[in-house]
């Protein structure tokens, strides 16, 4: 396989030599690709139009040994509504990290791909917010980590009422019989699980009609945050940034 072409979204961008990019691609078929655009920031380019980042293309790569090279590309969207304001950017930058951090170590590659592009649209008429929690948990339901709201993740007993104790090292709620076996388990309310049943299960061309009032997607926030940190074991840089926008 010397050539081949294959959908992907330009995921990281940066300048490299004189007048290359080194890109890293998320494609539908081959999960993460690392490719080098050669000659792409001289003005007169064929390569431009597809490689900034965050667009989707239609790539043709010649396989190299570190890496690929992009051969031709056909822009199919641009997303520059990701790039035309700041929280957009930070959160789809946010996105793009994690999906570092989830592809290297899932195979569910294809609907990853999907989750993201639809996302990537979503965002550009809904709060980035509403569309980077919902990215979230649905990224670590594919990645086998859906969470456990309803029944104790130890004994399986029904959990029920608007304080629940959720241990984001296990992965659901914890019944209080069950408390003591995660001390660093957090309090979460009814609400918020219900929010992120929802998040899970809705058909996401209806996410504009969920409303959350801040102080809820606040909760479902810190949440997701610990959740992931906890189970992808790593700090993201711009996690620390999206908290001082
Ligand atoms: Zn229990």
Not at 187 to 200: D, T
Request: charged content about 25%; overall charge positive.
């Amino acid at each position: 396989m010397a050539l081949y072409k294959t959908d992907a979204l330009v995921v990281r961008a940066r300048d490299y030599g004189e007048a290359d990019k080194i890109l890293t691609l998320f494609s539908r078929e081959f999960g993460r690709i690392q490719a080098i655009a050669k000659g792409v920031r001289k003005p007169k380019s064929r390569l431009r139009g597809g490689v900034q980042l965050f667009s989707y293309s239609n790539f043709l790569l010649h396989k190299g040994k570190s890496l690929d090279t992009v051969t031709q590309v056909e822009q199919r969207e641009s997303f520059l509504w990701l790039m035309e304001d700041l929280e957009r950017l930070t959160h789809a930058t946010y996105m793009a990290e994690l999906l570092g951090a989830a592809l290297w170590e899932n195979e569910e590659g294809q609907e990853i791909f999907l989750l993201t592009l639809t996302c990537f649209y979503l965002m550009q008429s809904l709060e980035p917010k509403l569309v980077a929690r919902c990215f979230e948990f649905r990224l670590m339901q594919l990645m086998g980590y859906k969470p456990q709201t309803e029944t104790c993740v130890v004994c399986n007993g029904q959990v029920s009422g608007e304080k629940r104790q959720f241990s984001c090292d296990l992965g659901g709620v914890l019944c209080p019989r069950c408390r003591h076996q995660d001390h660093q388990s957090i309090e979460v309310s009814g609400g918020a699980l219900a929010v992120v049943n929802q998040l899970l299960k809705m058909d996401l061309r209806k996410l504009d009609r969920l409303r959350i009032s801040p102080q809820l997607g606040g909760e479902l926030e810190r949440l997701s945050r610990q959740f992931l940190t906890t189970k992808l074991e790593k700090r993201f840089k711009s996690l620390d940034f999206l908290s001082k926008l």
